[in-house]
């Protein structure tokens, strides 16, 4: 996922806590799965997918952050000896390539590999691109807290107190470390680009590597024949405990073919799929209620432009997957809801695709 807000909201306070470490957690012999909570990785709760083969290791996406890239490359020496040689970017959201730096570093020779369109893209967007929005946060959360010190409250009226200043000051601060060090981070491209469908070997582990639709278009999904475990990036996202709805909408424009890939996924016998972020899910549940809400989306968005409404708030007036919301695990619906406003999103890009373009 790619966040392009500052998720510090002024009158909140951040914890104080030590950043927690990567959790690891084995999939199959020789695969594990590394998670950089949100605390960890500032923007979010990343997953990085380890595999082990005979005489080398491939890896699934890098993490965010040089310090948590470095964290899983300790992880990956501490597991084995060998070297890592393959290195995949699911997609071009900073989330999941900007430790490409650190594994180029210490395994010189790595060859990193995404599909096209994620290098092209990648190519394209600069890190001054890439942290713009947090940037612009960094700055309101600034003229919040210089506003909240002159009233002595902040903007939900609560009272400034001394601790509330230091913690929102430290938040500030840290943020401000984190832009710095976004804009410096060298920016590594994949030297080896698919299209459609890439097969390769290490050792006898077969790797199946797909271009599909997501949170960003043209995602590289791995698929483990022999383990069945399929890796989707953020085609498939959960939030960080697991529980709720999807978190987020998309990024790209282009939601029927964000369905067909949702779709595609379904086909996959899997004994393990790892999400973009979140756990790793032991059956399909999530997966086949996503796909019933991304289905719920686009027909409903279809019968409603086919019954003559077309202006985007009365087609998200007149779709109602709230039902399908409340079978996510610890589903809240209703207005005002993160799944409501999520839903909305999704909905006007839907209505945005069947009208090519064109929303009143």
Request: charged share 25%; aromatic share 8%; proline share 6%.
């Amino acid at each position: 996922m790619f966040h392009l807000l500052l998720t510090f909201a002024l009158g909140a306070a951040p914890s104080t806590a030590e950043p927690p470490a990567l959790a690891r957690e084995v999939l199959a012999d020789g695969v594990y799965l590394l998670r950089a909570p949100e605390a960890l990785d500032r923007w979010t709760a990343t997953n990085v997918v380890v595999i082990v083969n005979q005489e080398d290791v491939t890896v699934f996406d890098s993490f965010t952050r040089p310090e948590t890239a470095r964290m899983a490359i300790a992880e990956i020496r501490a597991l084995t000896p060998k070297p890592v040689r393959t290195l995949i970017n699911s997609h071009w959201h900073m989330d999941h390539w900007s430790g490409n730096d650190e594994f180029r570093k210490a395994f010189p020779g790595i060859q990193i590999v995404a599909t096209a369109e994620t290098r092209g893209y990648m190519s394209r967007m600069g890190s001054e691109f890439l942290i713009d929005g947090t940037r612009a946060g960094l700055a309101r959360s600034r003229e919040a807290l210089a506003a909240a010190i002159k009233t002595g409250r902040t903007s939900d009226g609560t009272p400034l107190t001394g601790e509330l200043r230091r913690q929102q000051e430290r938040e500030i601060e840290e943020t401000s470390r984190f832009v710095d060090e976004v804009l410096a981070i060298p920016r590594v491209l994949p030297d080896v680009a698919f299209r459609d469908e890439l097969t390769f070997w290490r050792g006898t582990r077969e790797f199946r590597l797909f271009s599909m639709t997501g949170d960003a278009t043209g995602s590289a999904v791995l698929y483990l024949p022999a383990e069945r475990i399929l890796v989707t990036g953020d085609v498939l996202v959960s939030p960080e405990n697991g529980q709720g709805p999807p978190p987020w909408t998309t990024n790209s424009y282009a939601i029927a073919p964000w369905l067909t890939s949702l779709r595609r996924l379904e086909t996959f016998d899997t004994a393990v799929i790892v999400p973009g972020q979140g756990p790793a899910m032991r059956d399909r549940t999530y997966l086949n209620l996503t796909v019933q809400l991304f289905t719920a989306i686009v027909d409903g968005v279809r019968r409603a432009l086919e019954r003559g409404v077309y202006r985007a708030d009365d087609i998200v007036a007149s779709v109602n997957v709230d039902a399908i919301g409340r079978q996510y695990p610890g589903g809240q619906v209703g207005p005002n809801t993160p799944f409501a406003q999520m839903t909305a999103r999704l909905l006007r890009k839907a209505a945005q695709e069947a009208l090519d373009g064109i929303v009143k």
